[in-house]
């Protein structure tokens, strides 16, 4: 139970959540919205995928729900555009977790370079320990996740009492209308509670997984958005707006205002350690999601192969080695401009599932009602429309081209599912 709360609080409690008030704060106060509309929507998520893991725990999550429903093609869509947002999400983590040593190093800052350097050192020393095993990497998760969330949690409370309502006006300081700033906001904002659905993924390493999952994936996301909007609140309170644009570790800037220097350096740190705890857990799952998908046929056959450990090492490395090519050919964008381009780009393509799997619970109801339906199917229904809703509203707002560079990736990913069906297809020789 506690290691897959873990493994939930800590794949959305990351040095990205330390960031994201920076993005925000181009925009005003108006972004609290886009947060409000984003805890919403990410509750609603957390509920399907509770119900749906407690009636059909099945490794894959996400994939496995949209290919009961849906079949072959939309679950590996699904899968395919999950693992592309992990490492490309994993770049966003790795920036940020950078842009936080920056107080402590403040060349980093002053060299794109050496951020990149920092960065890439980062995934692959994780990288490492995954490929030596799951226990000691969810050891790892375990005690990062309780030292990095207590620095929010004091933000959330303690940091409200150095509230400036001044900071919040002008209400929107970017020039836009009111609703495309909460859909860009929206976009912005579930960066933080992406993986809610985390625990649904490595389902076969769950104990009572179908008690354990609903329970951790529903609170989990509950406890971590209060926390989010309450300490985003508190940031946006200490800091004018535009110097919260421009900052590249605003909770450490916030800390520094209300106590002072060394203050500043302890949040920094924290937020550092957010950064290495959460990549961590992100390292993990991009091991982990294409293993369903690999034994089914419908991912090539070497993602499904495990080490003499017991870890996924070849998926490890090749999704390392496309996070590495990614930074390196963005770090040029600086710390908060390859982090925002990362995070919307990984948004977009993980999209998908957040789509396809309350619309399959809509489906599965409808067809199955001896198995799906039951008490609270009415409810369920109504739930999934609106999750599904809001993740159509969040693409929406991610922009024309990155939209257009998700399709991109999707259709990247055409050939390896053809190649993949053609090989199961295939008779076996005699």
Not at 29 to 42: P, Q
Not at 91 to 99: E, K, N, R
Not at 116 to 133: D, M, Q
Not at 214 to 233: C, E, F, M, N, R
Request: net charge neutral; with cysteine; hydrophobic share 55%.
């Amino acid at each position: 139970m506690w290691t897959c709360l873990a493994l939930v609080i800590g794949n959305m409690v990351g040095a990205g959540a330390y960031l994201v008030p920076s993005a925000l704060g181009a925009y005003g106060a108006i972004s609290l919205i886009g947060w409000l509309v984003t805890a919403c929507g990410a509750v609603c998520l957390a509920a399907v995928f509770a119900r749906m893991a407690r009636i059909m725990p099945a490794e894959g999550g996400p994939y496995a729900y949209t290919r009961e429903a849906f079949g072959d093609f939309p679950a590996f869509l699904v899968a395919w555009g999950y693992w592309v947002s992990v490492w490309i999400g994993n770049a966003a983590i790795a920036t940020a977790f950078t842009s936080y040593l920056t107080p402590f190093f403040p060349t980093i800052e002053q060299s794109p370079l050496v951020m990149a350097s920092v960065a890439l050192a980062a995934v692959w020393l994780l990288t490492a320990l995954n490929v030596w095993g799951l226990r000691e990497a969810a050891i790892v998760h375990a005690v990062t996740t309780v030292l990095k969330v207590l620095p929010l949690i004091v933000f959330a409370t303690v940091g409200l009492f150095w509230l400036d309502t001044a900071h919040f006006t002008p209400f929107n300081t970017s020039g836009q209308s009111h609703l495309s700033v909460v859909m860009i906001t929206a976009v912005l904002t579930l960066w933080g509670l992406m993986g809610l659905e985390s625990a649904t993924i490595p389902v076969d390493e769950v104990e009572d997984a179908g008690r354990t999952i609903p329970l951790v994936t529903v609170w989990g996301t509950v406890a971590t958005a209060v926390i989010y909007v309450a300490s985003t609140v508190a940031v946006m309170g200490v800091l004018p707006m535009n110097e919260l644009a421009a900052s590249a570790a605003p909770f450490a800037d916030a800390a520094a205002a209300m106590w002072g220097h060394g203050a500043g350096r302890l949040v920094a740190a924290g937020a550092a350690l957010a950064g290495f705890g959460v990549l961590n857990g992100w390292v993990l799952m991009q091991g982990q999601m294409p293993l369903a998908p690999a034994r089914d046929g419908l991912f090539p056959e070497s993602f499904s192969r495990l080490n003499a450990r017991g870890t996924p090492a070849f998926t490890l490395l090749l999704s390392s080695s496309l996070c590495t090519a990614l930074v390196l050919a963005n770090y040029t964008r600086g710390l908060v401009g390859l982090f925002t381009f990362a995070l919307v780009l990984a948004t977009v393509t993980v999209l998908l599932s957040y789509i396809l799997t309350p619309l399959a619970q809509i489906v599965l109801i409808a067809r199955d009602p001896e198995r799906w339906g039951g008490q609270g199917a009415r409810l369920a229904v109504v739930v999934s429309a609106l999750a599904a809703a809001y993740s159509v509203f969040a693409v929406a707002g991610a922009g024309m081209r990155e939209i257009g560079m998700g399709v991109l990736l999707f259709a990247l990913g055409v050939p390896f599912y053809l190649w993949s069906t053609r090989a199961r297809a295939a008779p076996e020789p005699r």
